[in-house]
């Protein structure tokens, strides 16, 4: 069966610092990668998606970028985060011909 | 994008009472996702339902695309209910697109 895992669960960063955040897959092949922020609690923004290795679109301008170094390694991150970058990010995968998008379990950010 | 809107935004319901959650799209969907985010954060996929209806224990979920909107039907509802709910589209090969949910409170 397929599983997503991220880490870590809970970052408290200062301003100005360094952010990287990982999200793996396991049990699938060529997955479709996503990248979203919550802020407020309520309301998920699409940051990042990528169909495969070395392939990142953004869908906001921001100060974060995305990289996928492997098949099922996605890394969202930040050579100075700034105070807005607080929130609470989601990582997510959808199988190439599935219909299905899944999440894992979250990273509360909190820049202060 | 597809604009998605869900109502209500808030609500709260005694234990055992019943609820329907509504979404409407603004364009033709080819996958419409229902999930459930608990209070630790976690979003839970409760239905995937481009069209027709189906029902997974008190849940159920009944999509009309041909009239852009999908419902989230919750019976006999229970504290552990508690939570956001989210509806999601997609159209074509486009990415999800989230409404703003509706944060549900179940009181004992």
């Known amino acids: 069966s397929q599983t997503i895992h991220q880490w870590p669960a809970t970052l408290v960063q200062p301003v100005g610092s360094p952010l990287s955040l990982e999200c793996t897959v396991e049990g699938t092949s060529n997955p479709n990668l996503y990248w979203y922020r919550q802020a407020a609690g309520r309301g998920l923004q699409l940051l990042f998606y990528s169909v495969g290795i070395g392939q990142i679109s953004s869908e906001v301008p921001q100060n974060l970028s995305a990289s996928r170094p492997q098949d099922r390694q996605f890394i969202l991150s930040s050579k100075k985060l700034l105070l807005s970058d607080s929130g609470f990010y989601l990582c997510a995968w959808r199988g190439l011909a599935g219909n299905i998008q899944y999440f894992g379990a979250g990273t509360r950010l909190s820049v202060l | 994008g597809i604009q998605v809107e869900q109502s209500p935004p808030d609500l709260i319901l005694q234990e055992g009472a019943n609820s329907t959650l509504r979404c409407n799209f603004s364009?033709?969907?080819?996958?419409l996702q229902w999930f459930h985010q608990n209070p630790w954060g976690q979003l839970i996929n409760l239905f995937y339902?481009?069209?027709g209806t189906k029902q997974n224990g008190r849940l159920s979920a009944t999509t009309v695309a041909t009239e852009r909107y999908s419902l989230l039907y919750i019976s006999s509802s229970q504290t552990t209910d508690s939570g956001v709910y989210f509806c999601?589209?997609?159209?074509?090969?486009?990415?999800?697109?989230f409404g703003t949910g509706t944060r549900l409170t179940v009181i004992p």
């Open positions: 999601a589209a997609r159209t074509g090969a486009n990415n999800l697109f």
């Open positions: 364009d033709s969907v080819n996958n």
């Open positions: 339902i481009p069209s």
